[in-house]
């Protein structure tokens, strides 16, 4: 008898939510099957949060119809706490105590025998690499420890289904890896994992399925494959020294279209006798490239032919800090 | 386990929960013992002559007279350390995990309100000792004392909520200093320190009548014989109506709160 593997682990459907005269969810339809990892994807409002609040039971839906394991969060609030685990957005640990006490404490709270709560944290400890830190107070740890030490308390009560309320935001380029393979890792266990990400590429990784939240509505759902079959195809971005160089280019390349400051995209991305034939002609006809780079597209390209337009990631990419699925995706050849 | 014992159970973790954060971050209760400490002394040793002949009938002593409002101080003191904790596990989000899980929705409110009082009782029962070296008598049998200890603690219970109510609510550290100078500063504006008699127009009648002057002539009478009157029942009624003014309005605060991550 196996009813998850019948039904969806999280199905959600009309949900509404409004905040005084804005509208942060409007009419959000999704189904998660069991065992399986779900990423909603979105820029920052897009309603990415209020959704595990009122899945998770902490808010109150305005509408529609949602089920966790079978149970409504709104009236059975503690069937659904029973077999959730959340990890919100900013790591919620005690830094007063230490990690292994912060791990005792969730311990205590889920009901364990004590020395079934001390081998559960001896183990979580071990297993989130934080042995060595685990009796020095949660407030010295640096932000990868606490997001691991968040997560494992959130494992703690063994949940079937767990919400990452963006669980890599503001981690460096190495905590958001190691925070990758542990997600990768806890798929494993059967639970079921509700991810959401303003990272494109962390979406890619780690999504079985993929919907996208833009303005309080989910606009496409898919595999992260599929979502890329809805553009059209990558580009060759050229950079030049100086404008003769960029007009001779110009003039040789069909569809090259002018990208910025001396700078051109040519359409397609097919491989490398296509990008051998091209730099052939540029050669022959003693136009120098300064650099080049290959866009294959990308969600953000997704993000940006879905909705019109660009992610806040997208945007801010210029004067924010550099991020990370930009220099991940993107093959810079010198 | 039946859901009572559940919530008592919770509520025991709580409880050793903010114990804990007593013990690893003393210098609430250091500041909490300490400030009424200095008062103590302040004002028995440098403003005890010259106050002393205005509160106090010949031959009585004004530490006598001064360590109900003393205690009061620290009860104070503590509400302010029980709002800024409340207020910390607000900002750092783990009232947000809390409320995700199966445990008892009263526990995490309750540990603090506990937790409180055992730290306000301790700090109140080392200022009574500080006194008592500094040259303090009282003639009241176990009983008052006793009396004494159920009124401080009732009032420490009906500040707890109130705190717990205003550390909920409070965006920030900053939010709650508000509350901090209030409890901080009422004790100056009541007979703690010279009778209200001996004040002037607006600031006697305020002084009069806000919750701490009952509560400290209570105290004195208990303590040293001074008649009480009705201000037993007055500060009773006090202590009730703010403890359910905190309680409820702490209650829809925490159905309230989005957790850290409020968007």
């Not at chain 1, 889920?110 to 949660?138: C, K, S, V």
Request: net charge neutral.
């Amino acid at each position: 008898m196996n009813p998850a593997a019948a039904s969806p682990a999280i199905s959600v459907s009309g949900l509404r939510k409004s905040f005084g005269e804005k509208v942060v969810l409007d009419g959000v339809d999704l189904d998660v099957a069991a065992g399986t990892v779900f990423c909603l994807l979105g820029p920052n409002g897009a309603g990415k949060t209020t959704t595990v609040q009122i899945l998770s039971t902490s808010l109150r839906a305005d509408a529609g119809a949602v089920s966790v394991i079978g149970h409504d969060p709104l009236r059975e609030p503690d069937a659904v706490r029973a077999v959730i685990g959340v990890t919100g957005q900013f790591s919620a640990v005690d830094g007063l105590m230490t990690g292994r006490e912060n791990l005792l404490l969730m311990a205590d709270l889920n009901h364990l025998p004590r020395t079934e709560g001390r081998r559960r944290a001896t183990e979580l400890l071990t297993e989130f690499d934080l042995l060595d830190a685990a009796d020095r107070r949660a407030a010295t740890y640096s932000g990868g420890m606490r997001r691991r030490l968040d997560l494992a308390m959130t494992l703690v009560g063994e949940p079937s289904v767990i919400f990452l309320d963006e669980p890599t935001t503001g981690l460096d380029p190495r905590s958001r890896r190691t925070m990758w393979q542990i997600v990768r890792g806890l798929t494993g266990r059967g639970v079921t994992i509700f991810l959401t990400t303003q990272y494109l590429d962390e979406a890619d990784e780690l999504a079985d399925r993929i919907a996208v939240l833009d303005r309080g509505r989910i606009v496409a759902t898919g595999t992260a494959a599929e979502l890329k079959r809805r553009v059209p195809g990558g580009h060759i971005r050229l950079q030049f020294a100086d404008e003769t160089q960029l007009t001779a280019a110009a003039n040789l390349l069909e569809g090259a279209t002018p990208a910025g400051d001396l700078a051109l995209n040519v359409p397609g991305d097919d491989g490398v006798s296509a990008l051998q034939a091209m730099l052939a002609r540029l050669s022959e006809a003693g136009v120098r490239v300064e650099t080049l780079s290959v866009h294959t597209p990308d969600l953000d390209d997704v993000f940006f032919a879905l909705t019109g337009h660009p992610t806040a990631d997208a945007e801010n990419q210029t004067t924010e800090n550099e991020s990370a699925n930009e220099s991940a995706q993107k093959e810079s050849v010198r | 386990m039946s859901t009572m014992s559940y919530a008592a159970r919770d509520s025991a973790t709580m409880l050793r929960r903010s114990l804990l954060h007593t013990v690893r971050y003393p210098v609430t209760i250091i500041v909490s013992l300490a400030v009424p400490a200095l008062l103590l002394l302040l004002f028995v040793g440098v403003f005890g002559g010259a106050l002393g002949a205005g509160a106090v009938p010949p031959g009585g002593k004004y530490i006598d007279y001064v360590l109900p409002g003393i205690l009061l101080m620290s009860v104070g003191y503590g509400a302010s350390s029980t709002t800024l904790a409340v207020n910390r596990d607000m900002t750092e989000g783990i009232i947000g995990r809390f409320r995700t899980m199966a445990i008892s929705r009263s526990s995490v409110l309750t540990g603090h309100v506990v937790a409180a009082l055992i730290r306000t009782l301790a700090s109140a029962a080392i200022l009574v000792g500080v006194a008592l070296l500094m040259g303090y008598r009282s003639h009241a049998d176990a009983a008052s004392w006793l009396a004494a200890a159920g009124l401080v603690a009732l009032l420490t219970f009906a500040l707890s909520w109130l705190a717990v109510a205003i550390g909920l609510a409070a965006p920030n550290a900053e939010g709650t200093s508000g509350f901090t100078l209030i409890v901080q500063l009422l004790p100056f504006v009541s007979s703690a320190f010279v009778p209200t008699g001996t004040m002037n127009g607006a600031v006697r009648w305020f002084a009069h009548n806000q919750p701490f002057t009952p509560v400290i002539d209570s105290l004195r009478g208990l303590l040293t014989g001074t008649p009480i009157g009705h201000s037993g029942v007055i500060a009773i009624a006090w202590c009730v109506a703010l403890t359910v003014l905190g309680f409820l309005w702490a209650g829809s605060q925490f159905r309230r709160a989005g957790g850290g991550a409020a968007r």
